[in-house]
């Protein structure tokens, strides 16, 4: 509790600085690379969280991983280490990126499909999304080849289910309720 609340702060002036500076936009896409990048990389995660790692080593490796990200981002890595909160840089990056999302009324819709997403799949629920919001919204996909077809989307509390799973668990119920019925 105590580091979520750390995160939601930094997050927080750092998003208050890059708005002073009119880089909201392009600090959050280096929260999203970071988030990314720490995400799909168990040696960084490892790297960040090692009490052995000197912190002059952490910067550098960070500097060197995030080459083009903004100053301001690099003045985050810096306060980070500098007070020993670097093994919470991906909350931050998690945190700032949903704040920026609040400050712009972008909502984040989860998909989860059976297969890979197609840029052209992609575009039609986000369309979709804004038909039934109103608003914009970012897409986070993710592949479970356990709904064998069809998608399930979540927007906030909505959630529309298509998968085939689904719907063969809906028949399965139909047919012993049916069958139990007319066995009376």
Not at 41 to 51: G, H, K, M, W
Not at 152 to 157: E, H, Q, T
């Amino acid at each position: 509790m105590k580091s979520t609340r750390a995160a939601q702060r930094y997050a927080k002036a750092i998003l208050d600085l890059a708005k002073d500076q009119d880089a909201a936009e392009a600090v959050n896409n280096d929260m999203v690379s970071i988030n990314e990048t720490i995400s799909s990389s168990e040696e960084l995660q490892e790297v960040l969280a090692s009490p052995v790692v000197k912190d002059n080593v952490k910067k550098s490796a960070l500097k060197e991983i995030f080459k083009s990200v903004h100053t301001i981002t690099l003045g985050a890595f810096d306060i980070l280490v500098d007070n020993n909160r670097i093994i919470q840089l991906q909350s931050v990056a998690k945190r700032y990126t949903a704040l920026f999302n609040e400050m712009n009324h972008i909502q984040v819709a989860h998909v989860t499909t059976a297969v890979p997403l197609d840029a052209n799949l992609e575009v039609k629920i986000l369309d979709k999304v804004k038909e039934l919001t109103g608003n914009v919204a970012t897409l986070q996909s993710k592949v479970d080849p356990s709904i064998l077809g069809g998608f399930i989307l979540r927007v906030g509390d909505l959630q529309y289910n298509t998968s085939v799973a689904k719907s063969l668990s809906n028949l399965s119920r139909e047919l012993t309720n049916n069958t139990y019925i007319s066995k009376i």
